[in-house]
Structure formats: structure tokens, C-alpha cells
């Protein structure tokens, strides 16, 4: 089956899109939703994750219970075994250091969820994560996509029906895609 893999900056609605077009889909039983393991608390905000210490992260990757794992920002990351069936479309949000060993795993469309770095900036403050220092810093670390995946971009500067609109389309294709084999453009 394939992966469909959400990257691009922070601030940028990955998880705002995702939590829309779950939402939108959750009856289509062609399609799961990964929920990733995060050394970070729940209370944080943001996405609904797994929330594990640093040392039960570790036992996590130990016992081989991920199929993929990053760091980012003092975090560690994953994606666990059982979040990634065999026999469904899977969407995951990953960072675009991994895109390339997830595409060694499974076939995968990236979908590059972008905006402009000013809106990028006034949603990472609106988080309270973070400070204005790290905000900038955390722009300015900003990297490309590899080269030579699948890759299709949107761009979510306007509303968030708008921007799910689009995630849904690229999903509801990717899964038709799997069903005829023909995979989306």
C-alpha cells in the first residue's frame, strides 16, 4: 500500500489540516491516520500524540516498536509498527529528514504543506511554545524537500476548508490510486 507522507516547516497547518480531513474521512476505511509517539506532553498542545518519556521512548525503539523514528526541535519522534498497517492508505506527518527511508519502506507521495515565513512566524507565536528568538531560529533552519520524490505542494495561506479541500483531494486520489494501482500525479 502506499504512504502519504505530510511535511514541510512548523507552523505551517500539517496537523491543522490533518485534524480537518480526518474529521472529513473518517468513515473511509481505505485510509489510517497515524498517530505518532512524541517525548513531548500532552498538555503541550498541538496534535493529539502519544506522550512518552525520554526513557520510554527509548525501551519503545529497543524493542523495535517503531517503523520510523526522527528528532526535531529536542523531541524524538515516531511512528509506531501498529500505526502503519500493510493493507491501508496511511497518512503520516513526519520530518523531511526521514522522507527518503520511508520511501525505501513503502511507496510514498509526499505532500508539502507550505506558507509564507511571516504567516509561518504569527502561527508559531500564536502557539506559546516558543520564543520570539526560537521562532526565528526555527525559520531560519528551514530546509528543502529531498530531491527525487513524489511531491505535490500546498500551499496553506487561506482558510482552513480551503487547505483541507486540497489535502482531501490528494488523499481520496492517492487511495483510488490503490484500488486501480495507477498512482496520482
Same mark, same amino acid.
Given at each position: 500500500m502506499i504512504w502519504v507522507a505530510l511535511a514541510g516547516p512548523s507552523g505551517a497547518g500539517k496537523d491543522s489540516l490533518l485534524d480537518r480531513v480526518r474529521e472529513d474521512l473518517a468513515g473511509d476505511a481505505? /485510509?489510517?491516520? &497515524?498517530? *505518532?509517539?512524541?517525548? *513531548? +506532553?500532552?498538555? %503541550?498542545?498541538?496534535e493529539a500524540h502519544e506522550a512518552v518519556s525520554s526513557e520510554d521512548f527509548q525501551m519503545l525503539a529497543a524493542a523495535d516498536a517503531f517503523v520510523l523514528t526522527w528528532q526535531a526541535h529536542g523531541l524524538r519522534y515516531g511512528i509506531r509498527r501498529v500505526e502503519a498497517p500493510d493493507d491501508k492508505l496511511v497518512v503520516i506527518s513526519v520530518s523531511r529528514a526521514v522522507l527518503h527511508e520511508a520511501s525505501r519502506m513503502r511507496r510514498l507521495q509526499v505532500v508539502e504543506v507550505t506558507a509564507p515565513r511571516e504567516l509561518l512566524a504569527e502561527r508559531l507565536a500564536r502557539r506559546g511554545r516558543e520564543t520570539a528568538d526560537q521562532i526565528a531560529a526555527r525559520l531560519d533552519r528551514e530546509m528543502g524537500l529531498p $530531491?527525487?520524490? #513524489?511531491?505535490?505542494?500546498? *500551499?496553506? #495561506?487561506?482558510?482552513? $476548508? $480551503?487547505? %483541507?479541500?486540497?489535502?482531501?483531494?490528494? /488523499?481520496?486520489?492517492?487511495?483510488? +490510486?490503490?484500488?486501480?494501482? &495507477?498512482?496520482?500525479s
Amino acid at each position: 500500500m502506499i504512504w502519504v507522507a505530510l511535511a514541510g516547516p512548523s507552523g505551517a497547518g500539517k496537523d491543522s489540516l490533518l485534524d480537518r480531513v480526518r474529521e472529513d474521512l473518517a468513515g473511509d476505511a481505505r /485510509l489510517h491516520f &497515524a498517530q *505518532r509517539t512524541i517525548t *513531548r +506532553s500532552a498538555q %503541550a498542545g498541538g496534535e493529539a500524540h502519544e506522550a512518552v518519556s525520554s526513557e520510554d521512548f527509548q525501551m519503545l525503539a529497543a524493542a523495535d516498536a517503531f517503523v520510523l523514528t526522527w528528532q526535531a526541535h529536542g523531541l524524538r519522534y515516531g511512528i509506531r509498527r501498529v500505526e502503519a498497517p500493510d493493507d491501508k492508505l496511511v497518512v503520516i506527518s513526519v520530518s523531511r529528514a526521514v522522507l527518503h527511508e520511508a520511501s525505501r519502506m513503502r511507496r510514498l507521495q509526499v505532500v508539502e504543506v507550505t506558507a509564507p515565513r511571516e504567516l509561518l512566524a504569527e502561527r508559531l507565536a500564536r502557539r506559546g511554545r516558543e520564543t520570539a528568538d526560537q521562532i526565528a531560529a526555527r525559520l531560519d533552519r528551514e530546509m528543502g524537500l529531498p $530531491e527525487g520524490l #513524489d511531491i505535490v505542494t500546498i *500551499r496553506n #495561506d487561506s482558510s482552513i $476548508e $480551503e487547505g %483541507a479541500a486540497r489535502l482531501r483531494h490528494v /488523499l481520496e486520489a492517492a487511495a483510488s +490510486s490503490c484500488v486501480t494501482g &495507477a498512482f496520482p500525479s
